[in-house]
């Protein structure tokens, strides 16, 4: 009996185990797939924080660049004052037909109950109700500080959810468990409403609405999805119709708090910190004008074409006079060997800690000398005694180092507030895999609550299985309100309730319809099916590259590898870190001789090769398609497609007059409707694509 009892308590464990394996690497699958989606968006900010150390034609690229991109995204200036805006939307007509929700302003409790009503039963708020909302809500947050200072004491509790991204379910399951907002009953939400769900219009309509209602016990910390070139590649663009509300929106984004404390001693960011974060610096940053966290000031991007000149400039001078015949025949190979060296390790020494978007460790140190007629940088910036060692033919000639804009200093405090994370090894440094914002260790974390009297860092922006995790000692918390974010059953809900105790209280949730009468077995059976898939998808998408580089292994062309060489190649193309021997059995077969079987891709195959750049590279296009759709219709009209094409040939340096642009986009409309939806601007880069291959044969 007992060698029963045994047998079945070690099935049990080693059932338990497997559940819990398949579910770490499902989950490191869910996430590395994720983060490496925002990689796109950070070429520019890592490349502009390398300037200083690369040759002029490369810095000259990266102005231009970061310049096209920056008008292309700019917002049309509206000429309409306030009040003439908050009459205009005042006077649109109601039509007869609309019978969904109606809000009058101010809003009252009546108003809350009404959109809720109406959310539930999936109905919509017409766009009228919706700008007189967001111009409220503008005006209300123009008036805010950047730091909230809350206390417990007017309230028993204060409830703190985190990421909702678009999952109305949650909000209305929250509400639902907790109680609605109200003066007895303060919310805190930390960012991330809207992206990936299907709801995020509706969530911040409710949030909005419930801000203006109780302003004082209702507040909203920005996330790093509320910037609008996020909302472009993650859904919400798509999901919100005319280009005033998205307007608004973005202007509103850019408002909202960056931090919250309460009773001074619990710090409320949406992402984290740096070794570098000031939280009296920030409360001077002029937040409105970091419309996105992912684009650089305009007086940086000024900044950046001055100094990419100005380098220009002074290296052609210096080459004129070292083809003078006093320095001719004077720099040895070796002497120049020397100089490179010592010019990347000045580029290292001078690195700074405080976080961009850029993988590389090293990026230059920045000045911070007080700025007349303006509030001071952070005392935690670097001081302008750093100098940058830089090499002058044989001898070193000591430069300090250029002072970016205050806009810069600024801009570099919200990102690392927006994208950071934290990790178990003491330290600061670039959030390479996210590709955004830093690594911040539990030392930091101690330095910066020592710093301003506080003891509890709570912070968001990580999905978590059980949705809320402590680390660095328990001095910061990770709290994810969306449930099943990457999959149906895949994590759970939470949200924390903080007395004047200040000892957060759990309560977690699921929303869940499928799953519910599911094992866990199942449940995560499910999860890793979807996984596996969007893996499979990934291996798909760059079939070429894997092709190439499996064959640089089987030499002798047997069709298998080891599982260590495939392991090998698999990460080299990917780049996910994920535990690909542990993964090899749901996406590889071995043979009899314990070697990997190469996949054949022929019977997916598409010639040649644009599926596969289109398919990798679709949501990137969709992107561009709706960046040239400046109203957001869905389709790009004639003046749109004219608009950008005098941006790129000014940019490139191209004279193309009205009438060869006009001609093109009507060859691009290809049922000649008198605007290119995103069907025919995808079937114009296939016609293109062949037209190349063509020449190509026929040279």
């Known amino acids: 009996w007992s060698t029963c009892v045994l047998c079945v308590f070690l099935t049990y464990l080693a059932m338990k185990a497997a559940i819990l394996i398949q579910r770490r690497y499902t989950w490191n699958i869910f996430q590395s797939i994720e983060y490496i989606m925002h990689f796109p968006y950070h070429v520019p900010t890592s490349m502009h924080h390398k300037i200083g150390y690369t040759d002029s034609h490369q810095d000259n690229q990266v102005a231009c660049h970061t310049y096209l991109i920056s008008h292309l995204l700019d917002s049309v200036v509206d000429p309409l004052t306030e009040e003439v805006r908050q009459l205009k939307y005042e006077q649109i007509v109601m039509p007869e037909s609309y019978c969904g929700p109606r809000l009058s302003f101010p809003l009252s409790v009546t108003d809350t109950n009404v959109l809720l009503s109406a959310f539930k039963e999936e109905q919509t708020l017409h766009g009228k109700y919706v700008l007189q909302l967001l111009y409220e809500t503008k005006k209300f947050l123009k008036q805010m500080p950047n730091v909230i200072y809350l206390s417990t004491s007017y309230a028993k509790e204060i409830t703190i959810c985190g990421d909702l991204h678009g999952r109305l379910d949650d909000l209305l399951l929250i509400f639902y468990k907790n109680g609605l907002p109200s003066t007895e009953n303060p919310y805190i939400f930390n960012g991330d409403f809207v992206d990936r769900g299907k709801k995020s219009t509706e969530i911040i309509i409710i949030l909005f609405a419930f801000l203006l209602l109780y302003p004082d016990h209702m507040h909203l910390n920005r996330g790093n999805h509320e910037d609008h070139i996020m909302n472009l590649r993650y859904g919400f663009t798509k999901e919100t119709h005319g280009r005033e509300i998205l307007q608004l929106l973005q202007d509103v984004f850019s408002l909202l708090p960056l931090a919250t404390v309460i009773d001074n001693k619990v710090l409320i960011v949406h992402g984290g910190i740096s070794d570098k974060t000031d939280l009296d610096f920030l409360s001077t940053v002029e937040r409105h004008k970091v419309k996105s966290a992912l684009r650089l000031p305009k007086r940086s991007i000024d900044h950046l074409n001055v100094r990419a000149c100005s380098r220009s400039s002074s290296r052609h001078s210096g ?13 040895s190979r070796a002497s120049r060997r020397r100089k490179k060296q010592s010019t990347r390790q000045g580029s290292c020494s001078s690195s700074s800690s405080s976080s961009s978007f850029s993988s590389s460790v090293c990026s230059p140190r920045i000045s911070s000398r007080n700025t007349p007629h303006r509030p001071p940088p952070s005392p935690s910036l670097p001081s302008p005694t750093d100098v940058l060692q830089v090499p002058f033919l044989d001898s070193f000639v000591s430069l300090e180092p250029p002072e970016p804009p205050r806009e810069e200093l600024e801009w570099q405090q919200v990102v690392d507030i927006l994208w950071s994370d934290p990790k178990n090894q003491n330290g600061c440094g670039p959030n390479s895999f996210r590709g955004g914002g830093c690594y911040f260790g539990p030392d930091v974390t101690q330095a910066l609550l020592q710093k301003h009297g506080l003891c509890l860092l709570i912070r968001s922006h990580e999905c978590k299985q059980e949705g809320y995790e402590l680390c660095h000692n328990g001095q910061v918390i990770t709290i994810f309100s969306a449930s099943n974010y990457y999959e149906e059953g895949s994590n759970r809900g939470a ?10 209280r759990f309560f977690q949730y699921q929303v869940s319809r499928s799953t519910r009468k599911l094992t866990l077995h199942q449940r995560v059976r499910v999860a890793e099916g979807s996984a596996l898939r969007a893996l499979k998808e990934k291996l798909y998408a760059h079939r070429s590259e894997l092709r190439a580089a499996f064959q ?57 090769n644009l599926a596969e750049t289109l398919y990798r590279y679709r949501t990137d296009l969709e992107i561009i398609f709706n960046i040239i759709d400046k109203d957001h219709s869905g389709q790009i009209s004639i003046e749109e497609f004219r608009q950008t094409w005098k941006l790129f040939s000014s940019h490139l340096g191209v004279a193309v007059n009205d009438q060869t642009i006009d001609d093109m986009a009507r060859s691009i409309d290809f049922n000649k409707d008198g605007s290119i939806d995103f069907n025919e601007f995808l079937e114009a880069l296939r016609v293109v694509h062949k037209l190349d291959v063509k020449e190509q044969q026929q040279g």
């Open 319 to 331: 080459r004129s006079r070292l083809d003078s015949p006093c320095s001719s025949g004077r720099t």
């Open 495 to 504: 949200y924390i309730k903080l007395g004047p105790e200040l000892v957060p």
């Open 552 to 608: 640089q292994y089987d030499i002798d062309n047997t069709g298998r590898i080891s599982t260590s060489e495939w392991a090998q190649v698999v990460e080299s193309v990917l780049r996910l870190d994920l535990p690909w021997r542990t993964l090899r059995p749901r996406l590889a077969r071995l043979s009899a001789d314990e070697k990997i079987w190469l996949p054949n891709f022929n019977h997916i195959y598409v010639t040649p």
